[in-house]
């Protein structure tokens, strides 16, 4: 009875695994937890027989002063407990490196562009040659181990682990190609590399021990075998592999539910593997490509809400990523009109979009919308609007984001360009105003975002009346655009507009104009210091009605408001210079700020 082999699972396996743990834990869903406790069961069940082989056979051995003492099928307790812990340490460093990654848009489809390293048809053929290359070593395995001696334990290896490869990559390696590089090389080398340091280790020590008769006698470096180090290196693939089939399998279920109206978050074998066999000429490039040109949208406009939406998972990251969009084309279609009476008309074009939405369903009602989306607005909003989610959506908040531009008009006389006009009017007179314009435009998109939460995640551990989270919620988002109104004094000053009430102007003895003349005057920045206090005040009042959201959307949700709360607290700091067209809150304090908000 020995302890060697437990003291390397207590100095090297399972510290970083409570790292990796404590690291991702704020974002660890029931998804990942079927996920892991899948692959690390077909871990256990799939090794064990071709361990206790190798054991038996003499081809390697654990000497008894090393060990516990404790075995399974002649498998000491330790080398056991080692399935398990190295497939649940390179699973939560994959899903570490994976979350911000919108894994519908790695799916093959016509138009995948940003996501793609390989063109469609490069990758099939790469595909299929490592599929040949694999059925050819799968050949030399066989060879080594019929013929015994030297190459037994390499072609034990190779018989054993590349027919799970094989199988797993060709029913991914369409949608491993499209991954990230970093996505699926991390998980695999690094967690490759430090195993190979740890097996030195053991093997300098004698903790376990290869039979010289059955190995190549070839070494990396001195004291790692060359089979211990592919032995690593085509378990990691396998755990690797493994996930990303599980990957591709939720993208194809969460993004087709024509062929999968039901989807769990804890999809079964069977649906899984259903899901994988799906044919890619059955994919809609429609859906994939309205999803690619909404993300596009969100990371291009919004810095803040794009790191905030890599929190959420599934369906509802899916649905608030269209819905995102849709709100920026129709600010879009406002802002870009030369003149104030077109930009009135693209809101009545709008307005028709929404009526024709939330018209009786049928399948003449959705041609008819289709008809209306391609004759009325460009190319480049027809998907976005297409697939807007409206059917989990209350239409009032939609309507009313439309009066929250029509008052961004009001800054204007009817014949002018929106930029440039000739003569300013002043809608905002009162603070009250100021919380209408703000509940119009922010206030409402909290609103929708909470009937997509609600939608995904109906049963919420509070007793509190859903009318309570929608009022929260648009006092939330108009704290988040009084912030934003604050911070952009400058911008809207270059476009003669100033969100600051006329009565403010007036108590502190300046105008509008003023405002436009010099936006960094003292008067501005004691200004917008109260604009502050009122957004805060604001945050502080909605923030409790955060705190009873549905766990799986509570920690994303605070995430998004505190990443933009942060905003403010960075124009509090004194001498603070705001720069026009540069990130408020620098990178490294968002990432903080997100997982602090994930881990309250």
Not at 53 to 80: C, K, M, T
Not at 224 to 242: K, P, R
Request: aromatic share 12%.
């Amino acid at each position: 009875m020995g302890y060697d082999y437990a003291l390397v699972h207590i100095k090297y396996t399972i510290p970083p695994c409570i790292l990796l743990t404590l690291l991702y834990r704020p974002v660890f869903s029931l998804t990942d937890a079927y996920k892991v406790s899948f692959l690390i069961t077909v871990a256990v069940v799939s090794t064990i027989p071709w361990d206790s082989y190798l054991i038996r056979s003499n081809i390697w051995s654990y000497p008894q002063d090393a060990v516990l003492g404790h075995v399974l099928f002649d498998i000491p307790v330790e080398e056991l407990f080692f399935f398990v812990i190295q497939t649940y340490g390179v699973s939560l460093l994959y899903l570490c490196i994976s979350k911000p990654t919108l894994t519908p848009l790695c799916l093959p489809h016509k138009t995948t562009k940003h996501v793609a390293r390989l063109s469609n048809s490069h990758g099939r053929t790469l595909g299929i040659a490592l599929q040949v290359l694999m059925l050819c070593a799968l050949v030399w395995g066989a060879h080594l181990v019929r013929e015994g001696s030297r190459g037994s334990y390499l072609g034990l290896i190779i018989s054993w682990a590349l027919p799970f490869i094989l199988f797993l990559w060709s029913l991914t390696y369409d949608f491993l190609m499209k991954l990230p590089l970093a996505t699926v090389c991390i998980p695999v080398l690094l967690p490759t590399y430090y195993l190979w340091l740890v097996d030195t280790w053991a093997m300098n020590r004698g903790t376990w021990v290869i039979v010289t008769d059955t190995k190549l006698g070839i070494n990396i470096w001195d004291g790692l075998e060359v089979e211990e180090a592919i032995f690593f290196l085509v378990t990691n693939c396998m755990v690797v592999l493994g996930l990303v089939a599980f990957d591709k399998a939720m993208a194809i279920l969460q993004t087709f539910p024509d062929f999968f109206p039901e989807t769990s978050l804890t999809p079964s074998p069977y649906l899984a593997m259903k899901a994988l066999l799906l044919p890619r000429e059955k994919y809609d490039d429609d859906r994939l490509l309205a999803l690619s040109k909404a993300a596009e949208k969100l990371k291009a406009k919004s810095r803040s809400f794009y790191l905030a939406s890599s929190a959420f998972s599934g369906q509802l990251r899916i649905d608030l990523i269209h819905l995102y969009a849709y709100c920026r084309i129709a600010d879009d279609l406002v802002d870009s009109a030369s003149t104030v009476e077109e930009a009135k008309k693209s809101i009545a074009m709008l307005r028709g979009f929404l009526d024709l939405a939330y018209a009786t369903p049928s399948l003449t009602a959705k041609s008819d919308l289709r008809d209306y989306i391609h004759s009325t607005f460009t190319a480049d909003a027809h998907l976005i609007l297409e697939y807007l989610p409206t059917s989990r959506l209350s239409k009032l908040p939609l309507y009313d984001l439309l009066k929250g531009f029509e008052m961004d008009l009001d800054f204007y006389e009817l014949d002018q360009v929106p930029q440039v006009p000739k003569t300013a009017r002043w809608p905002i007179k009162t603070q009250t105003d100021l919380e209408l314009y703000g509940k119009y435009v922010a206030g409402t998109v909290a609103e929708l975002c909470l009937d997509l939460v609600f939608f995904h995640h109906p049963r919420s551990p509070s007793s509190r009346p859903r009318a309570t989270f929608q009022k929260a919620g648009a006092l939330m988002g108009t704290a988040l655009q009084v912030v934003n109104i604050a911070r952009d004094v400058q911008v809207d000053a270059a476009i003669f507009r100033v969100y600051l009430p006329s009565d403010w102007l007036k108590d502190a003895g300046t105008s509008h104009e003023e405002v436009l003349r010099d936006p960094r005057s003292p008067v501005v920045a004691h200004l917008r210091t109260r604009l502050l206090d009122i957004a805060f005040a604001y945050y502080n009042e909605a923030s409790s009605a955060l705190e009873d959201l549905p766990v799986a959307a509570r920690g994303p949700m605070r995430m998004a408001v505190e990443n933009y709360m942060e905003i403010g607290r960075m124009l509090r700091i004194e001498g603070y210079q705001i720069r026009p067209g540069k990130a408020t809150v620098p990178a490294l304090r968002r990432l903080w700020v997100g997982w602090r908000a994930l881990n309250q």
